[in-house]
């Protein structure tokens, strides 16, 4: 909190300097709700677009757009006040080339009032990382399994066993040295996030990486066990909330049904009595 009683968001260079130091904590959101939850606690709130996957039922990030980022990115925003709010660039927007991911950055960062973007690839998207950086774009980079090339990858499988962790290395390499802030490393073994962790400048923010890594991030609705579609091996489950949702539901629909709900203390009278809080009586 600074003197003026302004509470200052988490900047990009901040991320930086916290490379080596007290892990950095990343979680998702996609709703204004979920941001104040996640602003409460987390150092960064990514809008990722595995909001297609997890609120639209799509069957992989691949169809989600840069309306739905848009969308989502302008109700996160409204949500948060410390953490420092990453937006995912979706599948088709940058990758033709570095004026195009420049268009649809500037446009993401101009309509939701991000403070910076992630985009997915390596050595391949260097080049572009280096375009936006030097043009006032910040880039979050993301490298290992990156889920918009499924695939090409033939499913979500581990990155990195073996002598394939060479080239996971060289793309953090790449990207880092290319002017990314911090590279998101996923489903890699414990060994190479080490390495590349020892190796790249900037902080490694981990999914399914290993405490190797310099901070961690997880899927929101995965770690609360809202989204229960499948569960990856990395997913710790904080709570189980999915469940609580289904026992209330089938609560409600019961006493709907055997007209227990509402009962006398939901029902308006002819005189007002004293009102809730947020209510009108
Ligand atoms: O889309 C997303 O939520 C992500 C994180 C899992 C890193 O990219």
């Known amino acids: 909190m600074s003197v003026s009683g302004q509470v200052r968001a988490v900047t990009p260079p901040q991320v930086v300097a916290a490379k080596g130091g007290t892990p950095l904590v990343c979680l998702t959101a996609y709703t204004t709700p979920m941001a104040r939850l996640v602003d409460a606690h987390c150092d960064i709130a990514l809008v990722g677009d595995s909001v297609g996957m997890v609120l639209h039922g799509l069957p992989s990030t691949l169809g989600v757009t ?8 302008k109700a996160v925003r409204r949500g948060l006040e410390r953490a420092l ?6 599948f088709g927007s940058y990758e033709e080339g570095p004026d195009q991911a420049f268009r649809n950055a500037a446009r993401v960062m101009a309509e ?7 985009l997915e ?3 391949t998207m260097a080049e572009t990382i280096r375009f936006l950086t030097g043009r006032g774009i910040p880039v ?22 073996g002598e394939a ?14 002017g990314a802030f911090s590279v998101v490393l996923e489903k890699v073994p414990e060994s190479l996030a080490g390495r590349i962790t020892k190796e790249v400048a900037v902080p490694t923010i981990g999914i399914g990486a290993s405490a190797a890594c310099d901070g961690q991030v997880l ?23 999915g469940n609580e949702a289904a026992s209330a539901i089938e609560a409600y629909a ?3 049904r055997a007209r227990v709900f509402p009962a006398a203390e939901h029902v308006f009278g002819d005189t007002p009595k004293a009102a809730l809080k947020g209510d009108t009586q």
């Open 66 to 73: 840069l309306e739905m980022m848009i969308m989502h990115g």
């Open 85 to 90: 709010m990453v937006v995912d660039m979706p």
């Open 112 to 118: 939701t009032g991000c403070a910076a973007v992630k």
């Open 121 to 123: 690839g390596g050595e």
């Open 140 to 161: 979050m980079a993301h490298v290992g399994l990156t889920p918009q090339a499924v695939n090409t990858f033939g499913g979500y499988t581990v990155q990195g066993r």
């Open 165 to 178: 962790g060479d080239r996971v290395l060289r793309d953090a390499k790449a990207v880092a040295e290319a």
């Open 219 to 241: 899927v929101t609705d995965d770690m609360l066990g809202m989204f229960t579609d499948f569960r990856p091996k990395f997913v710790k489950r904080y709570a189980e909330l």
């Open 254 to 256: 019961a006493e709907v």
